[in-house]
């Protein structure tokens, strides 16, 4: 304990003693004035400064590690490129059923059947490329992917209404709902390919439905898919680079 002797300048001393000793410590005991006055004051740092301290180093950790997750997912999943090749497979399906010479109404359901292939194609192209699309869950970037992409289910709502009531417009609607479901991957992959292409194939397969058949459609969708596996491809193939270059260095 710390007290203040009973000197003229007991007041004076009292308020240096509470300024400079810190919080939290031990309560004011018995100390000779003289003391005070030939020592040198303490510097104690003030909340503030723990603080922004505790904020500073907080920051740069987490950023570290943000970009370090966000680099993992990107090349464990190959910028998700095993889904958009699985989606050639399945454009291609739904554009043979739209080619059947059966009524819309069974269109529209063999349409719904197709997305049924999609995590077998997944799979095949996965091993395919070399990808890992379910590997380290506890990454929150891959948990994010998947959500992203179930995401998809909640718009096909629209899809199933428009099966009943609007079924000639249903596949127009289930391109664009493809189409705007890849947004969110621009930025969880870091690629402009999935912010192009979601534009391109959203806006492009209304229009084609609006001015053309249904058929192309099917085959609009088909070439996108390809040019975008392709770009993915190449996106991945520089991201592995830079990544040897790193561990090199």
């Known amino acids: 304990m710390i007290t203040i002797d009973n000197g003229p300048y007991n007041q004076h001393f009292y308020h240096l ?53 966000k680099t993992e997912a990107m090349i464990l999943q ?42 077998p194609s997944v799979l095949i192209f996965s091993k395919l490329i070399g990808a890992h699309v379910f590997k380290n869950r506890n990454n929150p970037f891959n948990k994010l992917g998947f959500i992203n992409t179930a995401n998809q289910m909640l718009y096909l709502l629209i899809v199933m209404w428009a099966f009943n009531q609007k079924p000639d417009a249903m596949l127009m609607l289930f391109a664009m709902v493809f189409g705007a479901h890849l947004l969110p991957f621009s930025w969880l992959y870091d690629s402009k390919t999935y912010l192009v292409m979601s534009l391109v194939t959203t806006f492009g397969s209304m229009l084609i439905s609006i001015f053309a058949g249904e058929v192309y459609v099917g085959i609009f969708m088909i070439v996108c898919q390809v040019i975008m596996s392709a770009l993915l491809l190449i996106e991945c193939r520089k991201l592995d680079r830079a990544q040897k270059e790193n561990v090199e260095l």
């Open 17 to 69: 003693v509470t300024t400079y000793v810190p919080l939290g410590r031990e309560p004011i005991e018995r100390i000779n004035s003289a003391d005070i006055m030939t020592s040198k004051p303490r510097r104690y740092k003030t909340m503030t400064d723990i603080t922004n301290t505790k904020a500073v180093k907080k920051t740069k950790t987490y950023g570290n590690d943000y970009m370090a997750m």
């Open 78 to 119: 190959k910028k998700g490129a095993p889904f958009m090749m699985a989606s050639v497979v399945i454009w291609t399906l739904v554009t043979i059923t739209r080619m059947l010479p059966v009524d819309i109404m069974t269109k529209n359901l063999y349409t719904f059947y197709c997305p049924g292939l999609l995590l």
